[in-house]
């Protein structure tokens, strides 16, 4: 079970934003939300009453059971009746539920405001006479709240950064193996070493296929003289570790190693820069300057790295031009890569904690060595 001290303190910071915005009730229903405030997704509904405990809604049979397991919080069953002809149909919608209890609240918060035939539901069933309740966003202040990571959620990141690079260092890579095999086989390693999943679904692109940021995998077979990208992660109990080595099979030609070399030194310089007060934009700029001086800048088509944690892809990036600024405790993706057409890829990433004096990786005792597979 998720420690109940996080998550009340995590409940105490958001009621507080409630009572300053004067909203009485808080629905949330995204799962990486739901697990970030209540220790499970196994439900349809988290209601948090400003006045009152925290409660979730679970459908009988379909996750009441599990999410009993694993938050401290009440759950409250739905469970639908179907009896054996239309008439006997019982199964009130869990808004029915909510609206019978808090008919009165005022003013609501939810964090599904952009998917309008819910907002609908829930408008409709808090109206009384002609004016319903307010219905305001509550994405931004969740963004807040999940961006620095607690002790306990960077452990479980560690962790899942851990279950990675093992996953990894276990597998045989031979030439003549296929993309799908070796991602098929690094997810059952992960999976065996206690991963819930992958935290996306592995890439393994091979030769030209490198030059594809976000390729396909396929059923092409690696060989000699050629490079392998493979980016992956594991999430485990809920928090995602992401990371991307690339290899040459093979004596390295000049131009890659050179290539190699530039996009290590741009990673690293980043990493510096990846440190508790620095605007967001300069660690990807960093990076950048490193690449203008080996004349790859304009390979370099995407950010430096995004947030992570519960979500693969979390609020804020590192790239030119953004704002904010980073605070130590939050955790951030440092990826460049560039891209030549006709050539292929080259990419090196790790999972990293903003720290004190510079980022700290939790993913790169993974060798880089592209000659790894030579060894
Ligand atoms: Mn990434």
Redesign the pocket.
């Known amino acids: 079970m998720y420690p109940r001290s996080e998550l009340d303190s995590r409940i105490r910071r958001l009621k507080r934003w409630m009572g300053r915005r004067g909203i009485d009730l808080s629905l949330v229903n995204t799962p990486s939300n739901m697990l970030y405030l209540a220790g499970t997704s196994e439900a349809q509904l988290l209601v948090v009453p400003l006045d009152d405990d925290p409660y979730l809604v679970s459908r009988y049979a379909f996750g009441d059971e599990i999410a009993r397991e694993r938050s401290p919080y009440h759950v409250e069953v739905q469970r639908p009746f179907y009896g054996t002809s239309g008439r006997e149909v019982v199964n009130p919608s869990v808004y029915d539920l909510i609206a019978e209890r808090h008919g009165d609240a005022k003013r609501i918060a939810v964090d599904f405001l952009s998917s309008q035939d819910q907002v609908e539901k829930v408008r409709k069933r808090f109206k009384r006479g002609k004016k319903s309740a307010a219905i305001v966003s509550m994405d931004d202040q969740l963004r807040r709240m999940r961006i620095v990571k607690s002790e306990y959620e960077l452990g479980l990141m560690k962790e899942s950064a851990s279950i990675a690079m093992r996953a990894f260092e276990s597998l045989e890579i031979r030439v003549g193996m296929t993309e799908r095999e070796i991602a098929n086989l690094l997810e059952f390693k992960m999976r065996e070493l206690g991963a819930d999943e992958p935290s996306f679904p592995t890439i393994v692109a091979s030769g030209a296929n490198s030059f594809n940021a976000h390729h396909v995998n396929t059923e092409r077979r690696i060989g000699e003289g050629e490079i392998l990208l493979i980016d992956f992660g594991a999430r485990y109990k809920g928090y995602c570790s992401?990371m991307t080595r690339t290899f040459y099979l093979g004596r390295p030609p000049d131009n890659f190693s050179d290539r190699y070399e530039a996009v290590l030194n741009a990673q690293l310089r980043a990493l510096d820069f990846i440190r508790d007060g620095v605007p967001m934009e300069r660690p990807d700029i960093e990076a950048r300057k490193v690449l203008k001086e080996h004349g790859l800048l304009e390979y370099f088509v995407h950010s430096l790295g995004?947030g992570i944690g519960i979500d693969i892809h979390e609020f804020f990036r590192l790239l030119v031009g953004r704002g904010g600024k980073l605070q130590e405790g939050m955790t951030v993706?440092d990826?460049p890569g560039i891209y030549i057409k006709g050539w292929g890829g080259i990419r090196i990433?790790d999972t990293v904690i903003v720290g004190k004096n510079r980022g700290i990786p939790l993913t790169e005792k993974l060798s880089k060595d592209p000659d790894y597979f030579r060894r």
């Open positions: 992401d995004h993706t990826e990433e």
